[in-house]
């Protein structure tokens, strides 16, 4: 006895941009991802110091900064490159959930050292309800966001002794930009406006 299938049902499997079911074990070893191989830092020390290190370069932090005193999260900040170092196979998701509250922290240090009051997480909603695949993603960062707040808490200032010393050495060595539309001090020029006598 044959069975029957719903066309559409099969229709909707084919043309749905999901992997089938075990579709990883069928790739060619020679061209895998990233995150599929040995992981490049597997320390604790080595990891955060490359993390620093990119960070505190001035093509870097200066963007980084802007962007935290626009307001964007620093949860936000810290779990994207963190998802990023993962998908570059620079560190496996253990270490990736080691690094979220130290990597928080040297933000926060950078934030203070810029004299910015940086907002620590997002305005995410509690009641989502997935419809589609961007909505089950969204969920996904929001249970990230929930997690670093538990993890982290509310923090207002760095604690003292949980940043490496030579790290936070590095960051107050920072020389941090003023914005070009911050108003100059320092001259003494009349304005324009000003009434001529």
């Known amino acids: 006895m044959a069975e029957e299938y719903n066309q559409e049902g099969i229709d909707a499997l084919v043309n749905s941009s999901r992997p089938i079911p075990g579709q990883s074990l069928t790739e060619d070893p020679d061209n895998s991802y990233p995150w599929e191989g040995p992981p490049e830092y597997t320390d604790f020390r080595t990891a955060f110091n490359y993390i620093a290190e990119e960070l505190l370069e001035e093509e870097v932090y200066v963007p980084l900064v802007v962007a935290m005193g626009q307001g964007v999260p620093i949860s936000d900040i810290t779990l994207q490159l963190l998802q990023r170092g993962f998908?570059?196979?620079?560190?496996?998701?253990?270490?990736?959930?080691?690094?979220?509250e130290p990597?928080?922290?040297?933000?926060?240090?950078?934030?203070?050292?810029?004299?910015?009051?940086?907002?620590?997480?997002?305005?995410?909603?509690?009641?989502?309800?997935?419809?589609?695949?961007?909505?089950?993603?969204?969920?996904?960062?929001?249970?990230l966001t929930a997690l670093t707040k538990e993890k982290v808490g509310d923090m207002s200032k760095v604690p003292e002794g949980v940043l490496p010393a030579d790290i936070v050495e590095d960051i107050e060595e920072l020389e941090i930009p003023e914005s070009l539309l911050a108003p100059d001090n320092n001259t003494e020029q009349p304005s324009l406006l000003a009434k001529s006598e």
């Open 87 to 100: 998908q570059e196979g620079k560190w496996n998701p253990d270490l990736f959930m080691m690094l979220l």
């Open 103 to 143: 990597l928080m922290y040297f933000l926060l240090a950078l934030a203070e050292k810029a004299a910015i009051e940086p907002r620590l997480y997002g305005d995410e909603e509690d009641d989502l309800e997935p419809e589609d695949e961007d909505d089950i993603a969204n969920m996904k960062a929001t249970n």
